[in-house]
């Protein structure tokens, strides 16, 4: 198995633009989680899906972010506009009902400059 | 709401030196699971408590779950150069799917 999979691996951007990060889940995995982590703020749960439907979206920052999961297979997490403190490094996470723990994808290094 | 805390923030050992690690809820778990991150990677599942006063052991690592369900500990024995990285704890509520992560402690072992 590949493991998750993350996309891009390391992104810079300028302030303004649109992001967007790209994950597989691991296949046969039905919850899907998407985690920033900073020096200061630690690993924040952002939203998570089951069932490829949003459970708990309270962790996302603001309207700027928003995720989609259209399929068992894949999940994209958007910042529209990007700003300055929202570089940090995005992770990716699946599980499944039968095993519990999460499985992290590499994650996705965003520099908003 | 939720709250995972583990102390030490962080901690530096000489090689073969012992650890340990703690992690305390505000509310009772169902079960609590540790990760490790090691740096510039992600965190990687490590093992999953479910029982009270549950006690695992992984080679050097041992694993306790408290009575109360709302603490638990990661203690290594006789620390190498390869345990360096980041610990953390992830707590879960009864009925819930996701994970409230801890703060972390990150170890440094100086050989």
């Known amino acids: 198995d590949a493991g998750v999979i993350q996309s891009p691996r390391h992104e810079v951007t300028e302030m303004g633009q649109e992001v967007t990060l790209r994950c597989k889940p691991i296949?046969?995995?039905?919850?899907l989680f998407w985690y920033r982590q900073t020096m200061m703020r630690g690993l924040e749960l952002l939203i998570y899906?089951?069932?490829?439907?949003?459970?708990?979206d309270s962790g996302m920052p603001e309207d700027r972010f928003s995720a989609k999961m259209p399929n068992a297979s894949f999940s994209t997490l958007k910042i529209q506009p990007s700003e300055p403190r929202d570089s940090a490094v995005y992770f990716c996470a699946s599980s499944s009902d039968r095993e519990l723990s999460q499985f992290f994808g590499p994650g996705t290094r965003l520099t908003v400059l | 709401g939720q709250q995972v805390m583990q102390i030490p923030q962080y901690q530096h050992v000489q090689e073969g030196e012992d650890f340990t690690t703690y992690c305390n809820s505000s509310t009772t778990l169902s079960n609590i699971q540790w990760y490790k991150q090691r740096p510039g990677g992600h965190p990687v599942f490590l093992i999953q408590?479910?029982?009270?006063?549950e006690v695992k052991k992984q080679k050097r690592l041992t694993f306790q779950f408290g009575e109360a369900k709302k603490n638990s500990s990661l203690h290594i024995t006789a620390t190498q150069t390869t345990d360096v990285g980041t610990y953390f704890c992830a707590g879960r509520q009864t009925g819930a799917n996701n994970l409230f992560f801890g703060t972390g402690t990150r170890l440094t072992v100086i050989p």
């Open positions: 408590l479910v029982k009270s006063g």
């Open positions: 296949s046969g995995h039905n919850s």
């Open positions: 899906f089951n069932n490829n439907v949003p459970i708990d």
